[in-house]
């Protein structure tokens, strides 16, 4: 299982909706929208049209697993 | 010593409050290009200027001490040190990192600001949105950095919350030999799940109820 946490605020709406649509376990958690996986976890920034400032920080709210890549394009999380 | 406390956690200071910021302080060796720059381009006042042997201690260079006025009541100050030798640029990284960011209200505000600083030939970024805030950057005449910005939105209990659990991580991991960001988050989702756990019980509690 992979787990991301994302902070519950606006400017992480659109991730949260990407991580939904793609098909991830999505539950709210407190202050934090709990994202999960069974495998890798992947969002692309297309999909989430977010401006550099928030995409770089898409980890802020910390997550269980091993980070493969956050990079211009691509955010995976994987197991491990 | 006393204990450290949880990182955030404020330690009770009864009826003391500090009151903002009363002055920063930097060293200028250009004295008549900070007049203007600060005066004239950005209109902060000239309020106060102290001259002085340097009496503070043994080895303390003769000295002006002169403040321009930022309003509700912060102040910007320069000391000008007399035989001073010029002290070298410092990095890019720790030219971007101390820098002063001022406020302004509106988006409006902030296009005018960036307006009038190239009309004075300053250069100037184009308006760069953060998480919370959209800011200009540009450089004083003593080549340090400044910035101009504007709130996207107010700071919210969530964020204060949020900055408890990520300084409570960055603590926890900062110990280390050679501390990750990678580290970083992973001890903050340890914290996460935890708030997120207690919140579902407190959650539980209350539909017993």
């Known amino acids: 299982m992979t787990t991301l946490y994302v902070l519950d605020i606006p400017e992480f709406d659109d991730l949260v909706r990407v991580a939904r649509d793609t098909g991830y376990g999505i539950r709210s958690a407190g202050d934090y929208v709990e994202v999960t996986a069974d495998g890798p976890l992947v969002l692309a920034r297309d999909a989430v ?4 400032a928030i ?3 898409a980890l802020t709210g910390g997550y269980s697993g091993r980070l493969v890549h956050l990079d211009e394009d691509e955010l995976c999380l994987d197991e491990g | 010593m006393s204990q450290i ?5 404020p330690l009770d200071t009864g009826s003391l409050r500090l009151k903002g910021v009363d002055h920063l302080a930097h060293v200028t060796w250009k004295p008549e290009e900070t007049l203007h720059f600060y005066r004239d381009v950005l209109g902060l006042p000239l309020v106060h200027a ?3 042997t340097g009496w503070v201690t043994e080895d303390f260079p003769d000295f002006v001490h002169f403040f321009f006025a930022l309003g509700k009541g912060n102040h910007l100050a320069f ?10 640029d410092p990095g890019d990284l720790m030219h971007r990192s101390r820098h002063l960011a001022l406020h302004v209200d509106t988006e409006e505000e902030l296009t005018a600001w960036r307006v009038r600083l190239k ?31 504007r709130p996207l939105r107010a700071f919210a209990d969530v964020d204060a919350r949020d900055a408890e659990l990520t300084l409570r991580a960055l603590s926890d991991i900062a110990k280390g030999e050679r501390p990750t960001v990678e580290d970083m988050w992973r001890r903050k989702g340890e914290l996460a799940r935890d708030h997120a756990e207690q919140a579902a019980a407190a959650e539980e509690k209350a539909s017993i109820r």
């Open chain 1, 49 to 52: 049209g977010a401006r550099p």
């Open chain 1, 55 to 57: 995409w770089f920080a």
């Open chain 2, 5 to 9: 406390p949880a990182a955030g956690a």
């Open chain 2, 50 to 52: 102290i001259t002085a």
């Open chain 2, 79 to 88: 000391f000008y040190y007399f035989g001073l030798p010029e002290e070298e």
């Open chain 2, 119 to 149: 009309e004075h030939g300053v250069r100037v970024t184009p308006p760069l949105a953060h998480e919370l805030l959209e800011s200009l950057y540009f450089d004083d005449p003593n080549g340090i950095q400044l910035e101009i910005t």
